[in-house]
Every structure is written in C-alpha cells, then in structure tokens.
C-alpha cells in the first residue's frame, strides 16, 4: 500500500490529510451516523426495540441465529456488529474519497447520495437475498435514505479534510 505523504511547497503549503486517512476517518464518522439513524428508525418507525439493525449485522458472521427477532441485545452480538459494520464503513469511506476528491462540498454531496444508493442495491439487493436473507426485513425506503446518509456524510467529510484553507 503506498501512502503519499504530501509536502508542504512554496506553492501548496497546506498539503491535505494523508490519503488512506481521509476516507477511512469520513467512513468512520458516517458509520456513526448510519447507525444511530437505523437504530433511531428502528425504535421509533417500526416500533422495534432499536437493537434489530446490529442484530441483522452481528449475525452476518454469527448465523441466523443472532438475526431479529429476539428482543434482547448481548454484549456479544452488539460488539460483532461493530466489529463488522466499522471496517466496511472505513473501506466504502475510501471510496467515496475517491469519488470526490477535488470537488466542491455540493458536489461532493451529491456523488456521496448517489454512492450511498449504490452501497444500498449491492448490499441489499444484490448481497443479502442470497447470502443473507434476515436483511429482507430491512429492504425499505428508509433503509435506503440512512445509506444516502452515510454516503452524503462520508463524501462531504472528505471534500472538507481536503479542502485547502483560503490564503490571507
């Protein structure tokens, strides 16, 4: 993996965010976001406990078993959907650093909506019905909007740790 580790010149004294960091800390940062939005929808929308959304991801790596409905969350279930969902946030956060990088913070925005739905058809249309059936449950309009939210708030977040500050 090469990190370019950009120097400070004459004619670009502020050089941006190391490469690898930039995404992976927006993918962080919008994880969070995604996450008290699906636990939120969960508990409010649909009427649920909260907890389904990191049951449905622990139980990509712990079975069927660990998938809704059981009302009760573990320490164990909770701290596997973290374990998953914040490494695939790092990695879909580099993404949209690729996407946006040298664009304005508008467009940045769009580009991350539009990678957000991208993120939602593969992993909810494409991924789960064969792989991951429990995630069925969660195939609806509101599910799609919290990934734009994650897109949106990871491509924004980069383009604002890329920007340059304004020269005085």
């Not at 701290?79 to 990088?101: E, K, Q, T």
Request: net charge positive.
């Amino acid at each position: 993996m090469r990190v370019n580790l950009q120097r400070a010149t004459a004619q670009d004294p502020y050089p941006a965010v190391l490469d690898p960091l930039a995404g992976s800390l927006a993918g962080l940062f919008a994880g969070a976001a995604y996450l008290v939005a699906q636990i939120s929808f969960a508990a409010v929308v649909r009427g649920g406990q909260g907890w389904e959304p990191l049951q449905r991801i622990a139980a990509i790596l712990l079975g069927p078993d660990a998938a809704p409905p059981p009302a009760e969350i573990s320490l164990a279930i909770a701290g596997m959907a973290l374990l998953i969902h914040f490494p695939l946030a790092a990695v879909y956060g580099r993404i949209a650093d690729l996407l946006v990088r040298g664009r304005t913070l508008a467009r940045a925005g769009l580009l991350g909506a539009l990678l957000g739905l991208a993120i939602y058809g593969l992993n909810f249309w494409v991924i789960a019905p064969s792989a991951f059936p429990w995630f069925e449950q969660s195939r609806d309009p509101i599910t799609a909007l919290d990934h734009v939210l994650f897109g949106v708030v990871a491509a924004v977040v980069c383009a604002f740790l890329r920007r340059r500050p304004r020269s005085r």
